[in-house]
């Protein structure tokens, strides 16, 4: 079945650590996407990306980054520098960029200790 | 940016009734899509509608981009119907960024 993977679904963190969040698609979309989610909130971009590597910072990207060596795959590495880390981070990805249905991973959950 | 306001945030139903939700945008609206998430987090798209109605099923929307502001309507309502829903659009000037509203919490009670 096509769709998008995130893993892990459930991340524990000490203060001070980077931990990075995986992203696969099978769809052969162009565009992926990370967004992050706080309780009772819309979703806020971090990051996204038109094409093999290419990625542009969203509203929220201070703390994250990125890479996107592959078409299928989008991870993103929460650093240390991230001042609030805990949060849920959806993937998405588009056919194109800003084109079309936007198709979300399961989506990760990310709690610093 | 684009600002986006939902309408209401909060709506209780009993099983069977229908439901109009709302948005509101301060700009133009562009690429505009309507999304469920369910109690565990995921979420699905249920429509790309950044101009007149469609339908599936139980739900239809309808947008009005003259006057920047879509619907969302659920008939029939059903406990699996319960969850948060959300509406965006792209942000202006910008080709990637969709900007969320803060949703509708909806609870279907059977």
């Known amino acids: 079945d096509g769709g998008i993977t995130q893993s892990p679904k459930y991340l524990f963190r000490k203060e001070g650590q980077n931990v990075t969040l995986s992203c696969e698609q099978n769809?052969?979309?162009?565009?992926m996407y990370w967004y992050r989610q706080d309780p009772g909130q819309g979703l806020r971009l971090i990051y996204y990306?038109?094409?093999?590597?290419?990625?542009q910072k969203g509203d929220i990207a201070e703390g994250y980054s990125v890479s996107r060596e592959k078409k299928e795959s989008f991870p993103l590495t929460v650093t240390s520098a991230q001042k609030n880390p805990t949060a849920f981070y959806l993937c998405a990805s588009s056919i194109l960029l800003g084109t079309g249905e936007l198709f979300f991973g399961e989506g990760s959950r990310l709690t610093v200790l | 940016g684009i600002q986006v306001e939902q309408s209401p945030p909060d709506l209780i139903l009993q099983e069977g009734a229908n439901s109009t939700l709302r948005c509101n945008f301060s700009?133009?609206?562009?690429?505009l899509q309507w999304f469920h998430q369910n109690p565990w987090g995921q979420l699905i798209n249920l429509f790309y509608i950044p101009s007149g109605t469609k339908q599936n099923g139980r739900l239809s929307a309808t947008t009005v981009a003259t006057e920047r502001y879509s619907l969302l309507y659920i008939s029939s309502s059903q406990t699996t119907d319960s969850g948060v829903y959300f509406c965006?659009?792209?942000?202006?000037?910008?080709?990637?960024?969709?900007?969320f509203g803060k949703g509708t919490k909806l609870s279907v009670k059977p």
């Open positions: 990306s038109q094409i093999v590597n290419d990625f």
């Open positions: 965006a659009s792209l942000d202006v000037g910008s080709q990637g960024n969709l900007i």
């Open positions: 700009d133009s609206v562009n690429n």
């Open positions: 769809l052969n979309h162009d565009a």
